[in-house]
């Protein structure tokens, strides 16, 4: 089984982007990519760094653009392609969602962003309502899909909960990067830590990992900060959270990468965490503290 | 706030084990440790490479023969010690436990390990019964303490619960090794897998971990494996999974570090995720699998 990864720094012009996308959707799976996954929020600027109400006009609804303009390439290549958007669910009601499409370029599934930031530059709480579909992952031709979104990577019971489900993979298209003013220590300690917990869900899990990260420096519209520069890094972990491939932190990239999915069951053999979980002592863990 | 990690090879002969303990107690409480942590079952071989009905005359009571050893040391150095020793509770019926001291030689607290593991070499589910306390936070003069035993180390659940019932600093006692017979990547992956899971803990709570392990090879008393070739790389990471000391992967070593428990706050109002957990959609944690 082949995943390709697609890291792209994107533009203000959605066409130019989509149109760089194809190209990359189409170098992978010339390669034999049979999943393609592509970075949060892949055809627009990542516009939370403001509050501006003018954005929600580029949030689009499920069908609609995307979908069709994925789906066609998903059927000219065979493949499953994750892609995620701004989805328009209502007047007024908005998502951060991914969307599993199929090879015959039919919707597989969506996920929708259930952990949502907001931090200086990334005014998530804004424009995402949290989703209401939870970790649920979905079934395509070429496994079941624990789709999770950037923010997601941070909480191990998100991770879980996808495994639990029979989740094969784990997928996370992600938008992040660096201020521009930290210190180049705290730039290796912020990168380092979006690794390392993404690996450490491969392994509590006895699962490959998919991160797809946006790369380049965009600019803040406001001119408060000196915009993010997103720092690429995407990756893809083994089952025991080994790194199979990454790439680079400053340029677009694609890669395809084999992994094994008939490995899980040995590596979950080895290190069976699912048979000694005390479920009869976790039952707090739906308590904010406790 | 300082802390010392020893990391020692045994041997058969408990008094030689303990007598080099006690020299390390004192080189750390004199390099300025409050709080010093030893590795898992610090007083013995480790035992359970064969199921053999006679090392339950090593375990001992609590309080008994370690409390009182090493809480005479707690005193002499005014320092908080974690033991980790084979509890005798009743007749027929062991744990694996850990015990916090006080600095007055008084027990704080103890934690009985909850994930037993059972592999090859680990028969751990013969000798420990699993704990039935639960994963709590045990209160000291140098701060709350999320103590937990090695398998433990796996479970991100562990650590999220004492992260949510106020440690402030996640302590692993640990007793981890290679098969000699693995290949050399397989022994990295698995080095650092134990590295990184253990690190994401900080990761996702904010919260710096201390891990001990054992070092140097235990020959199998059965003959039927080569032993376990413990090793090592006791370390401590911040509160952003960042190592601030690791210790050899073939020596016994010491080393005190220096933690700063005030950069928790800062760390977690950079990276809220307390905020934004969906206790909501958690409940199916405490299925097995759903």
């Given at each position: 089984m082949k995943i390709g990864l697609i890291q792209q720094a994107n533009c203000s012009n959605i066409e130019i982007n989509v149109n760089k996308l194809k190209d990359s959707i189409h170098r992978c799976?010339?390669?034999?990519?049979?999943?393609?996954?592509?970075?949060?929020?892949?055809?627009?600027?990542?516009?939370?760094?403001?509050?501006?109400?003018?954005?929600?006009?580029?949030?689009?609804?499920?069908?609609?653009?995307s979908t069709e303009t994925f789906g066609q390439l998903a059927r000219d290549h065979n493949i499953v392609l994750i892609?995620?958007?701004?989805?328009?669910?209502?007047?007024?009601?908005?998502?951060?969602?991914?969307?599993?499409?199929?090879?015959?370029?039919?919707?597989?599934?969506?996920?929708?962003?259930?952990?949502?930031?907001?931090?200086?530059?990334?005014?998530?709480?804004?424009?995402?309502?949290?989703?209401?579909l939870g970790f649920r992952p979905i079934t395509t031709s070429a496994g079941r899909l624990g789709v999770l979104i950037c923010w997601d990577q941070?909480?191990?019971?998100?991770?879980?909960?996808?495994?639990?489900?029979?989740?094969e993979i784990l997928i996370y298209p992600t938008a992040i990067g660096w201020e521009t003013s930290d210190t180049l220590e705290e730039k290796q300690r912020q990168l380092e830590a979006w690794q390392t917990i993404q690996r450490s869900h491969a392994i509590a899990n006895g699962l490959p990992v998919v991160a797809v990260n946006r790369v380049g420096l965009e600019p803040d519209p406001s001119g408060i900060t000196s915009g993010?520069?997103?720092?690429?890094?995407?990756?893809?972990?083994?089952?025991?959270?080994?790194?199979?491939a990454t790439?680079?932190?400053?340029?677009?990239?694609?890669?395809?990468?084999?992994?094994?999915?008939?490995?899980?069951?040995?590596?979950?053999?080895?290190?069976?965490f699912f048979r000694d979980r005390r479920i009869d002592a976790y039952k707090a863990i739906v308590q904010i503290m406790d």
């Open positions: 799976a010339s390669l034999g990519a049979e999943i393609i996954v592509m970075q949060e929020l892949h055809n627009s600027l990542y516009f939370c760094q403001t509050e501006d109400a003018s954005m929600f006009d580029i949030a689009e609804t499920i069908p609609g653009y892609a995620s958007l701004f989805e328009r669910r209502a007047p007024g009601l908005y998502h951060n969602t991914a969307v599993a499409i199929e090879r015959d370029g039919s919707i597989a599934g969506i996920y929708r962003k259930m952990h949502i930031p907001d931090d200086p530059a990334y005014y998530e709480k804004y424009y995402f309502t949290p989703g209401d941070w909480f191990p019971e998100a991770a879980r909960l996808m495994a639990m489900r029979g989740a993010i520069h997103f720092w690429g890094n995407s990756f893809i972990a083994g089952q025991q959270g080994e790194i199979l790439l680079s932190s400053e340029k677009e990239d694609t890669t395809v990468v084999e992994i094994e999915l008939p490995r899980t069951e040995k590596v979950r053999r080895a290190w069976p």
